[in-house]
């Protein structure tokens, strides 16, 4: 009798692991069927509820600024654009609701020139997701490895000298590509850049409210966090202006 409790125990887990491991996927559906009946307001529910379970995506972000935009929310809109931006890289559409989003803000702030290799290797670590990324790391470890087996134990001078420099090229970008895979997951968990998520704030020249004012900025814009001092943050626009606003007029990316 004792067996089978410990059994009857077993199966009532797991089941309830399947049936939690379901629950996201399932609420994520529904969201997705509120948002093609225009149920906007329903789907955005279903979508947080996804979200408040753990489960985080590129496609949950993508599909939460969709509903956000279809509610003229274009803050909002964005923040999660540029969420799943991160989880996306170098998707055509996220990148075309992205710039529609910000063609309701009010700023037009143009975008500091890059020199064209910082604009390369920027593109390199975008062209694939982190996980993508530390795929590629473990394909080149494992020809790495199989490049040098062949080079110990061949008996072929020529297989030999093969294996040994292919297993070196191998190894050079295996080492190359978790150098990038780093710099991808960083560029994920950084959360140096947020999203203005009041009508307009005033940016000081420095940490406190009777500072100068430098600048106004809009909800809608991104900006990129360079230092923290209490309930303040500098920010730093896309053109290089620099200013301190209140931590509670953002939210993080």
Same mark, same amino acid.
């Given at each position: 009798?004792?067996?089978?409790?410990?059994?009857?125990?077993?199966?009532?887990?797991?089941?309830?692991?399947?049936?939690?491991?379901?629950?996201? *996927?399932?609420? +994520?559906?529904? /969201?997705?069927? %509120? @948002?093609?009946?225009?149920? $906007?307001?329903? =789907?955005?529910?279903?979508?947080?509820?996804?979200?408040?379970?753990?489960?985080?995506?590129? *496609?949950?972000? +993508?599909?939460? /600024?969709?509903? %956000? @935009?279809?509610?003229?929310? $274009?803050?909002? =809109?964005?923040?999660?654009?540029?969420?799943?931006?991160?989880?996306?890289?170098?998707?055509?559409?996220?990148?075309?609701?992205?710039?529609?989003?910000?063609?309701?803000?009010?700023?037009?702030?143009?975008?500091?020139?890059?020199?064209?290799?910082?604009?390369?290797?920027?593109?390199?670590?975008?062209?694939?997701?982190?996980?993508?990324?530390?795929?590629?790391?473990?394909?080149?470890?494992?020809?790495?490895?199989?490049?040098?087996?062949?080079?110990?134990?061949?008996?072929?001078?020529?297989?030999?000298?093969?294996?040994?420099?292919?297993?070196?090229?191998?190894?050079?970008?295996?080492?190359?590509?978790?150098?990038?895979?780093?710099?991808?997951?960083?560029?994920?968990?950084?959360?140096?850049?947020?999203?203005?998520?009041?009508?307009?704030?005033?940016?000081?020249?420095?940490?406190?409210?009777?500072?100068?004012?430098?600048?106004?900025?809009?909800?809608?814009?991104?900006?990129?966090?360079?230092?923290?001092?209490?309930?303040?943050?500098?920010?730093?626009?896309?053109?290089?202006?620099v200013g301190w606003v209140k931590s509670e007029t953002l939210e993080i990316i």
């Open positions: 009798m004792k067996k089978i409790n410990i059994i009857a125990v077993v199966i009532l887990l797991l089941s309830l692991f399947s049936v939690n491991a379901q629950e996201p *996927e399932i609420l +994520f559906q529904e /969201g997705v069927n %509120a @948002y093609s009946e225009q149920n $906007y307001p329903l =789907a955005e529910r279903k979508f947080d509820a996804v979200l408040n379970s753990g489960f985080v995506s590129g *496609e949950l972000y +993508f599909n939460m /600024g969709n509903t %956000a @935009y279809k509610q003229r929310d $274009y803050a909002r =809109a964005i923040l999660y654009y540029e969420k799943a931006r991160l989880l996306l890289p170098a998707d055509d559409d996220l990148e075309a609701n992205l710039t529609l989003a910000n063609s309701h803000t009010v700023d037009k702030i143009e975008t500091l020139p890059k020199l064209f290799y910082e604009k390369w290797w920027d593109s390199l670590i975008i062209s694939m997701s982190a996980d993508q990324w530390a795929f590629l790391n473990l394909i080149l470890l494992a020809l790495a490895l199989v490049l040098f087996i062949v080079y110990r134990f061949s008996t072929s001078v020529f297989l030999k000298k093969a294996g040994f420099y292919s297993s070196l090229i191998a190894l050079f970008f295996f080492l190359f590509t978790i150098f990038i895979s780093a710099q991808s997951h960083k560029r994920i968990t950084a959360h140096d850049h947020a999203i203005v998520f009041v009508p307009s704030v005033t940016a000081k020249s420095s940490p406190f409210s009777d500072s100068i004012d430098i600048f106004v900025i809009h909800e809608g814009l991104k900006v990129k966090i360079d230092n923290r001092e209490g309930e303040w943050v500098r920010i730093r626009l896309a053109n290089g202006n």
